[in-house]
């Protein structure tokens, strides 16, 4: 149980970098932010990455991983409360339905939830809900 809560931290946090904000073209600054990662009843995990505007994809993103595939739905909708995001996708035998909200001034700074529910369950789990923050830095070193 443990393994899997790592490595789907782990996974959204090499993911992460490709969400995309609420900024004018639903991209988010080009550069180096700061993201954390919480998965509910779980340590925080941060890091730094550098992300270029072209390649942000915040569906992709909620989705999972590189070990994702067949990816039948990713959306995402702008409005007032900022990016809602849906997306699903394959894991292994598993089908990944992920959705979520992201929000703030997203050149600067965003927050949200991202809920991933697994069917059948992939081990074991058929829930896993993470909040994520990022933080801008400046440009990439």
Request: aromatic share 4%.
């Amino acid at each position: 149980m443990q393994q899997l809560l790592r490595l789907t931290i782990i996974v959204f946090m090499v993911t992460a970098p490709t969400l995309s904000t609420a900024a004018g073209d639903g991209a988010r600054k080009s550069g180096e932010w700061e993201i954390s990662v919480t998965v509910k009843g779980q340590s925080t995990f941060t890091s730094k990455v550098c992300i270029d505007a072209a390649s942000d994809d915040i569906a992709a993103a909620a989705g999972g991983s590189t070990a994702q595939s067949g990816c039948e739905e990713s959306s995402t909708e702008t409005s007032a409360q900022g990016i809602t995001i849906r997306s699903v996708c394959k894991q292994g035998n598993s089908t990944v339905t992920a959705a979520g909200t992201l929000s703030g001034d997203l050149d600067t700074a965003y927050q949200g939830v991202v809920v991933k529910n697994y069917s059948p369950p992939l081990y074991g789990r058929t829930e896993v809900q993470s909040t994520v923050e990022g933080h801008y830095l400046g440009d990439c070193s």
